[in-house]
């Protein structure tokens, strides 16, 4: 009898664990061999032609981020791709390929944050400078030099204005403007008077949250956020779980990963939905935690902003959205918990306001966070690399160094496998294979000189 009650247990479970990762099956046509963007969404693109020039990194430190020890090679890029990585005494690369020594310097995989927001007011910004999408734009690209200079090659930003994050997106991919990576969920989606949206406010105003009632409309913000070019979706709370699941089921249908902004029985009505990872270090049951472990429900606890928050006010206060109590404890333990359950950690900084000035310090101050709760520093980059790139979906092509990955590198004059504060030192940094920071400052190269006798005429 007992064996058969076991036995509907797991028939019973097994559809819902089944649901739960129905979001891969989007690209089960896809060969492995299509040329496709280099985000989520996955677009097939024609074959590029391969770019010759070469670039090795020789004799340094190598934290590949796979798991194997840290030891002395050489990285090898050629065009946008890590082509090899070699032992000390190997070095067989082409004659004309620019050689940097960093010797006594920790190359490693470019760090990846989760949780931006590009667009976000700036409090020394009149209200009307920080609607406008001119003056959101450019605070934008200043905060994109705080992220690369930091040594993050990617970020995932969770909510900002309009079309600002997609056109600063195709921006960087093409070189035109330094940053990182932008992976850009477009506008937070919640309900009337939800996290983000409580009375009239700049982020509405903005549209970097958007308010939905019903799981129809759900359905219709996740799908103009995809029009828009989502690369992830957010949701935050409050939702019914007949709207979160609508939403849910519709990001996955178009393939897109699902983050959520919840706390208490919200984040258990989202991981029952299906989400993919959930923000913030906020209550939760043990029930949820351990559903989150066992569905691969991943968390990004960003314990610093609420650090900030509680030293320079006290507390969060005035918010229906978080109405329990929190403190620096707490958030800690719930970060303990979710580690010692085996949820998956990835790292993002959540630094709204002018916080963005706080880094590098801000995003070293998250990784010992991890170690406060348990993690070796080695395990905390890992969180903050490899975790976090499979976090993005983007685990196939970003987070460690390995041949066929993209060139998203990071140099860095010291030993942060060991002590995490070198991570501020910051040498060069390497997105796609170019060199956009060098000695610790953003190089740009001088403009491409167009000849007119080069122009085709247009008559
Ligand atoms: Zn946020």
């Known amino acids: 009898m007992k064996q058969r009650i076991v036995l509907l247990a797991v028939l019973v479970s097994l559809p819902l664990t089944l649901w739960a990762q129905e979001r891969p099956e989007r690209y089960r046509y896809l060969d492995p061999s299509t040329p496709v963007s280099h985000d989520p969404r996955r677009v097939p693109v024609p074959e590029q032609s391969a770019d010759p020039s070469v670039l090795v990194l020789s004799g340094g430190r190598l934290f590949t981020a796979t798991g194997s020890e840290v030891s002395e090679g050489h990285v090898v890029l050629r065009g946008s791709t890590i082509e090899a990585i070699l032992p000390l005494a190997r070095k067989d690369w082409p004659e004309d390929a620019e050689v940097i020594d960093v010797r006594g310097k920790t190359v490693l995989p470019g760090l990846v944050d989760l949780h931006t927001h590009l667009t976000y007011i700036d409090p020394d910004t009149s209200s009307e400078r920080n609607l406008s999408i001119a003056d959101s734009t450019l605070r934008a690209v200043e905060r994109l030099r705080y992220y690369i200079e930091s040594g993050i090659t990617s970020i995932r930003d969770v909510a900002s204005s309009g079309d600002i994050p997609f056109v600063l997106k195709r921006w960087v991919a093409e070189n035109r403007v330094v940053g990182p990576r932008i992976f850009a969920a477009g506008s937070l989606i919640t309900a009337t008077g939800g996290h983000g949206a409580e009375g009239r406010n700049a982020l509405t105003e903005s ?3 958007v308010t939905a009632s019903g799981p129809d409309e759900w359905r219709e913000a996740v799908r103009q956020q995809f029009d828009k070019g989502a690369d992830v979706i957010k949701l935050a709370s409050h939702f019914s779980r007949e709207e979160i699941r609508a939403a849910v089921e519709e990001a996955h249908a178009l393939g897109l990963k699902v983050t959520v902004d919840a706390e208490t029985f919200y984040v258990g009505w989202a991981v029952e939905a299906g989400v993919d990872s959930v923000e913030h270090p906020l209550p939760r049951t043990e029930e949820t935690v351990r559903l989150m472990a066992e569905r691969g429900v991943a968390s990004v606890p ?24 929190m403190t620096k404890d707490s958030n800690l333990a719930m970060l303990k918990t979710l580690k010692e359950a085996g949820v998956k950690l990835g790292v993002g900084t959540d630094l709204v306001l002018d916080w963005y000035r706080y880094l590098p310090e801000a995003y070293i101050t998250e990784l010992k966070q991890l170690v406060a709760a348990g993690f070796t520093v080695p395990e905390a980059l890992l969180a903050a690399t490899r975790e976090s790139a499979d976090i993005l979906d983007m685990g196939h092509l970003l987070g460690t160094l390995e041949p066929g990955k993209l060139g998203d590198v990071l140099v860095v004059d010291g030993r942060p496998d060991e002590t995490l504060e070198d991570l501020a030192r910051v040498d060069l940094v390497i997105r796609n ?8 400052k953003v190089s740009v190269p001088r403009h491409e000189v167009v000849s007119r006798t080069n122009e085709k005429p247009s008559w």
């Open 207 to 209: 549209e970097a949250v």
């Open 302 to 325: 960003t314990l610093v902003p609420y650090i900030l928050i509680i030293d320079s006010a006290g507390g969060y206060f005035g918010s229906t959205s978080r109405r329990f109590t």
């Open 433 to 440: 294979g170019t060199i956009v920071v060098r000695d610790g």
